[in-house]
């Protein structure tokens, strides 16, 4: 373990959260592995800066109105100072007394991920829209993925940094970040927790932002590895109007142009594939030169 050599900053965004934010700030003034702790209010329109204001070893970033929350950690991101950040909600959902098990596997893992654990207080929705996206995060990546959306994670410093363009500026930068550090060969643990229900009601939109998160999720499958895309449904096209074509040769003895558009249009995807992969694979090589 190497997180005694290392500093460690705290970066919490944060939107109307005056209820609980002066709470979860004083249990993380606790925890004696934390350096630094910065909060970045989103364009608030409540007192949640005048509760940050309170603590003065807090360091405070506001933006002037609400740009989103994957802005608000990219902003606390640029502004740290320490070797390891920590992402954590400030809603109470993530116990600042589980930083230190998270930080104790900083060393072999470059991210240690909170997963949340089937006693969590979570609605039944939520939980099954976070299994869909971790089982197609999981076909993605390669690796098992169990809590996809947790916001609640403990990473290198100078890789956060690296990734940085590829976050969106809503709720999706857990899914981001989780995608980038496996594709990129880097080391990821999930370590499991009880979330506690949160304070207040959720900023998330179900259908809104469930949507942005498959289209998160398949923007950075293109971007990774194409083909896991692209094959499925050229395997699709290919075998559906190959098929078709024979039967109507079959049983009715003509050629099917239907068939052979659906098959070549299979094809052609197929062919996109694998230049795309091949544009990713360059990408690759020349992100690590």
């Given at each position: ?94 116990p600042p007394q589980e930083i230190p098990k ?113 289209l998160t999720l398949t923007r950075l499958a ?68």
């Amino acid at each position: 373990m190497l997180i005694n050599a290392m500093r460690v900053s705290v970066v919490i965004p944060a939107y109307n959260e005056e209820a609980v934010i002066g709470v979860v700030l004083t249990a993380l003034k606790a925890v004696n592995e934390v350096d630094e702790i910065i909060v970045v209010d989103d364009g608030s329109n409540d007192r949640t800066v005048e509760v940050v204001a309170s603590f003065p070893e807090v360091r405070l970033i506001c933006h002037p109105y609400n740009i989103g929350n994957g802005a608000a950690v990219k902003s606390g991101i640029r502004a740290v100072t320490g070797d390891v950040v920590v992402l954590m909600d400030g809603d109470g959902q993530h116990p600042p007394q589980e930083i230190p098990k998270l930080l104790q596997h900083i060393g072999p893992y470059d991210m240690v991920v909170g997963a949340r654990s089937a006693l969590s207080q979570a609605a039944r929705h939520r939980s099954l829209a976070n299994w869909v996206f971790s089982s197609y995060a999981s076909y993605i990546v390669g690796y098992r993925v169990p809590d996809l959306t947790s916001g609640f994670r403990a990473l290198r410093a100078p890789i956060a940094r690296s990734f940085l363009y590829l976050l969106p500026n809503g709720f999706s930068h857990p899914t981001t970040l989780t995608i980038a550090f496996f594709r990129a060969g880097y080391a990821v643990k999930y370590l499991p927790f009880v979330s506690p229900a949160r304070v207040g009601t959720s900023k998330i939109r179900p259908l809104q932002d469930g949507f942005r998160f498959l289209l998160t999720l398949t923007r950075l499958a293109v971007l990774f590895v194409p083909l896991k895309i692209f094959l499925p449904v050229s395997l699709l096209l290919t075998l559906s109007g190959g098929g078709y074509v024979l039967a109507n040769l079959a049983l009715e003895r003509r050629f099917s142009g239907f068939g052979g558009l659906i098959f070549t249009i299979g094809v052609f995807i197929f062919m996109l594939g694998l230049v795309s992969e091949q544009i990713a694979m360059l990408r690759l090589v020349n992100s690590e030169r």
